[in-house]
């Protein structure tokens, strides 16, 4: 899987966009763009993902870059409850030779939001 | 909507000890992985399972076993506990694949302390 470089920690204004950038460089071209985040010690939650177009659900928006080695996961109005650890990863479609693999957690970027 | 159940939630062993943590996944989802995620970490995949099979394997100690039984349900063993392994143990779920890249839906969690 390809490596992800995240900033550690971002601020944001209660009710404006969060925009969380997120460096994929070696990503391959089979490989997807995940985001998850983890609200203090709670399971991990998924968001959103995406391959090469931007992607939009009711949680958030993600951008990938034309030549793919750069994301942003965004956050339209962010809430205090957004304050989380946000994890970019960048996987194979999870099953591969009939298997399931695992998500490997980098660093991520620690989000807080501001009242 | 259902979510991955696990039990216990809270567990205390001493050191040497054995002990066993079980997770329910969502109803029809046949995958099962395994995280770590120590004080102060970021999740560590452990193993996978698909269709009670063993499918991806991370970092999970060989004093750990896991398997995945018939209707699904998956347990992780662990035996002559160490200090280091107080940590949460997160179980995540993913549905059947039919085509392309599935999300994780994740417990949460089993807080295990060994003393």
């Known amino acids: 899987d390809a490596k992800t470089t995240q900033p550690p920690s971002m601020d944001c204004a209660e009710g404006r966009a969060a925009n969380l950038p997120c460096n994929h460089s070696t990503i391959s071209g089979n490989e997807y763009v995940y985001w998850y985040r983890q609200i203090h010690s709670q399971g991990p939650q998924y968001i959103i993902h995406?391959?090469?177009n931007n992607e939009t659900n009711e949680m958030a928006s993600l951008i990938i870059t034309e030549d793919r080695k750069s994301s942003t996961l965004i956050l339209p109005h962010a809430t205090l409850r957004d304050t989380a650890v946000y994890y970019c990863?960048?996987?194979?479609?999870?099953?591969?030779?009939?298997?399931?693999?695992?998500?490997?957690f980098g660093k991520g970027t620690h989000l807080i939001i501001q009242p | 909507a259902a979510g991955v159940i696990q039990s216990p939630r809270h567990l205390i062993k001493e050191k040497r000890e054995t002990a066993t943590l079980k997770c329910y996944p969502i109803p029809r989802h046949d995958t099962v992985y395994w995280y770590q995620q120590g004080p102060g970490q970021d999740p560590q995949f452990l193993i996978s399972f698909y269709e009670k099979m063993q499918s991806d394997k991370g970092s999970i100690p060989d004093r750990f076993s896991a398997q995945q039984f018939s209707d699904y349900h998956s347990e992780l063993n662990m035996s002559s506990l160490e200090l280091g392994d107080s940590a949460l143990y997160f179980c995540?779920?993913?549905?059947?694949?039919?085509?392309?890249?599935?999300?994780?839906?994740f417990g949460p969690g089993t807080r295990l302390t060994v003393t």
């Open positions: 995540a779920s993913s549905p059947p694949p039919v085509m392309g890249p599935y999300e994780q839906y």
């Open positions: 995406g391959l090469k």
């Open positions: 990863i960048v996987t194979e479609t999870m099953y591969s030779g009939g298997g399931a693999d695992g998500l490997t």
